[in-house]
């Protein structure tokens, strides 16, 4: 059972979504937002420069010789809903032309600073000067950006405040993780951030309409179906720190003790609890429920996409969540 439990753990590490084969004009709009983190990195003292750089491609996984495309280290739709959101609405009702540079640069800061954050939050990070710094500098760019882009529009800077206040009401909330909808729901706060600019665009192209409701419902679902994902490729670490994942929120609460006493246990070098929950986990279809939920995320996102008239942003949500029928079958198979 053992050498069965390693191999589970290391299928559920090997899940992933589908490729999006991007376009040229998509290629072109990355180039911008990888343009927006060479800009982050300027605009610190000179003498930091070259370190943030280096940092950057360390830390985002953006070696030299790709072109330092550091945008590449998100899954496409977690961007490309600017260019399709723009590219769907008429000539004379596109939002982007005044506003394409801040919405680039506030954008790109949120992305990377809702990792950043977690990162060094959860000490995966070292709380260095220079990555206090950048985090620093990202979150005035960033805010300096949300602020010129909600001016102009109705109740903009409500929108912004709100979502950052939901961002921090969030991840400082306290308690036990419930039923999966509501570690669901939480994480769309989590999230809040990263839907400023959509939402904020949405508005500027549909000032009377429901489209900036769609984006943000869009979005979320997008984000909720890549955390859920991120859950099953991290089960064991997660479990080894005490993080409540969507998985412990499947669980009865028998179980729920045993996840919560490994962290303790592997202090002591004991192994007991961590195999009791893993095998309630592999023996009990919670890796095929949350499967089945990033499914239904995903679809739901590129539904609502399809009737924003965004075919071909729904069509990259899809091409995510393709493998994940094929998966399906396989986890069946492969139940202990």
Partial sequence: MKNKTADWLSFCSSIDFGAVNLCREEEAFRGGLNREMLSLCESLPECTRTEAVLFLMAYLHAPFSEGLNFVNYFYAPAWSILYWLHRSRPPNRRPYLRYLKDAKAGHTMAMFLHAFDDHLADDQLATTHLALLMRSQAWLIMSGAF?????????????VHGFVNDYYSSIAASGGTGSLDNYCDLFKKQMATWLVVPVLMAKR?????????SIQAVYSSFGIAWRLLDDVQDVEKDMNKGSHSSLYACLPDEIRKGWDAVKDEKADGNGGYAGQVLDFILGNGIIDT???????????AASTADSCCMAEYADELRCLSRPLKEIGRIVLERKP
């Fill in 147 to 159: 602020e010129r882009l909600a001016r102009g529009v109705r109740d903009g800077p409500t929108v």
């Fill in 205 to 213: 192209a549909e000032p009377d309409g429901e489209l900036a409701d």
């Fill in 290 to 300: 949350i499967r089945q939920r990033i499914w239904r995320e995903l679809e739901s």
